[in-house]
C-alpha cells in the first residue's frame, strides 16, 4: 500500500512513518525569514508522534486552534507526553554544519540559562552537539532527524547527506534534549511559527473529535 504524502514547500513527507512504533505526521512548516527583503527559507519541518498522543492532552478538548496556538501549557503537556517524538528537517538553503551548530547552541544554552540548567554538564553535552555537525555540508534536500523515544531522556540525531553513508549521534543529557524539544515544539519560542500553527491546527480537529 502506498504511503501518501503531504508537501511542505515542495518537499515531500510521508504522512506516516514508522521507528519503533508507528507515527503520524501531525505538524509541518519551514523555517524562514526577511533578510534585506528578500524572504529566505532555511529549511522545512515534519513533526511526527504517536496517535495515542492526543490521550494524554484531553484537558485542551474543545479548543479553536487559535486557543492552542497561544497555550504555552498545551505545547509543555505536548512535550512531556510520554509518546515517541521524531522531527524530520529537510534542508531548502544550503548551511554549513558550523552555523547550524551555533543556531542549537544558542537556543539550548539560551533556554538552559534562562531555567537556570546550564551547568557544566550541559555545555559539555552541547559541545559535544556542535562538535558532530561541525565538519558537515548542508546541501539542499540533505535530511536532519531527532528521534525522541517515549520512555528515556535521549535523543538520536541522524544526518543523511548525499553520496554519505548517515551519521548518527546520541545526546544523553537529559536537559539539553529538553531545551530541542522545546526549540521545535515550544510554542511562541519555538523555531518555526508556521509549524507551531500546524500543530495547533492538527490537534484542534483531533481533540474535537
Same mark, same amino acid.
Given at each position: 500500500?502506498?504511503?501518501?504524502?503531504?508537501?511542505?514547500?515542495?518537499?515531500?513527507?510521508?504522512?506516516?512513518?514508522?521507528?519503533?512504533?508507528?507515527? %503520524?505526521? &501531525? /505538524?509541518?512548516?519551514?523555517? #524562514?525569514? !526577511?533578510?534585506?527583503?528578500?524572504?529566505?527559507?532555511?529549511?522545512?519541518?515534519?513533526?511526527?508522534?504517536?496517535?495515542?498522543?492526543?490521550?494524554?492532552? #484531553?484537558?485542551?478538548?474543545?479548543? %479553536?486552534?487559535?486557543?492552542?496556538?497561544?497555550?504555552?501549557?498545551?505545547?509543555?503537556?505536548?512535550?512531556?507526553?510520554?509518546?515517541?517524538?521524531?522531527?524530520? &528537517?529537510?534542508?531548502? @538553503?544550503?548551511? @554549513? /554544519?558550523?552555523?547550524? /551548530?551555533?543556531?542549537?547552541?544558542?537556543?539550548?544554552? #539560551?533556554?538552559?540559562?534562562?531555567?537556570?540548567?546550564?551547568?557544566?554538564?550541559?555545555?559539555?553535552?552541547?559541545? @559535544?552537539?556542535?562538535? =558532530?555537525?561541525?565538519?558537515?555540508?548542508? +546541501? @539542499?534536500?540533505?535530511?536532519?532527524?531527532?528521534?525522541?523515544?517515549?520512555?528515556?531522556?535521549?535523543?538520536?540525531?541522524?544526518?543523511? &547527506?548525499? /553520496?554519505?553513508?548517515?551519521?548518527?549521534?546520541?545526546?544523553?543529557?537529559?536537559?539539553?534534549? !529538553?531545551?530541542?524539544?522545546?526549540?521545535?515544539?515550544?510554542?511562541?519560542?519555538?523555531?518555526?511559527?508556521?509549524?507551531?500553527? %500546524?500543530?495547533?491546527?492538527? =490537534? %484542534?480537529?483531533?481533540?474535537? +473529535?
Amino acid at each position: 500500500m502506498a504511503t501518501e504524502e503531504v508537501l511542505v514547500d515542495e518537499i515531500t513527507y510521508p504522512t506516516k512513518i514508522t521507528t519503533t512504533k508507528p507515527l %503520524s505526521l &501531525l /505538524g509541518h512548516g519551514i523555517t #524562514d525569514m !526577511e533578510i534585506h527583503f528578500i524572504h529566505v527559507k532555511f529549511y522545512s519541518i515534519g513533526v511526527y508522534l504517536e496517535p495515542e498522543v492526543v490521550g494524554h492532552l #484531553d484537558q485542551f478538548k474543545g479548543k %479553536s486552534a487559535k486557543e492552542l496556538e497561544d497555550n504555552e501549557e498545551f505545547f509543555n503537556a505536548l512535550i512531556s507526553a510520554p509518546v515517541e517524538k521524531f522531527i524530520r &528537517l529537510v534542508v531548502i @538553503k544550503e548551511i @554549513k /554544519g558550523a552555523q547550524y /551548530g551555533v543556531q542549537i547552541e544558542t537556543a539550548v544554552r #539560551d533556554r538552559l540559562a534562562a531555567e537556570d540548567k546550564y551547568e557544566e554538564e550541559e555545555e559539555e553535552a552541547l559541545e @559535544k552537539v556542535i562538535e =558532530f555537525f561541525q565538519s558537515k555540508y548542508f +546541501k @539542499k534536500l540533505s535530511v536532519i532527524t531527532y528521534h525522541f523515544p517515549a520512555n528515556s531522556a535521549t535523543a538520536e540525531i541522524v544526518v543523511s &547527506l548525499e /553520496g554519505k553513508e548517515d551519521s548518527k549521534y546520541v545526546i544523553e543529557n537529559a536537559n539539553v534534549v !529538553e531545551a530541542i524539544k522545546k526549540w521545535y515544539l515550544g510554542g511562541s519560542s519555538a523555531v518555526s511559527s508556521s509549524t507551531i500553527q %500546524s500543530l495547533a491546527s492538527t =490537534f %484542534s480537529q483531533e481533540l474535537s +473529535k
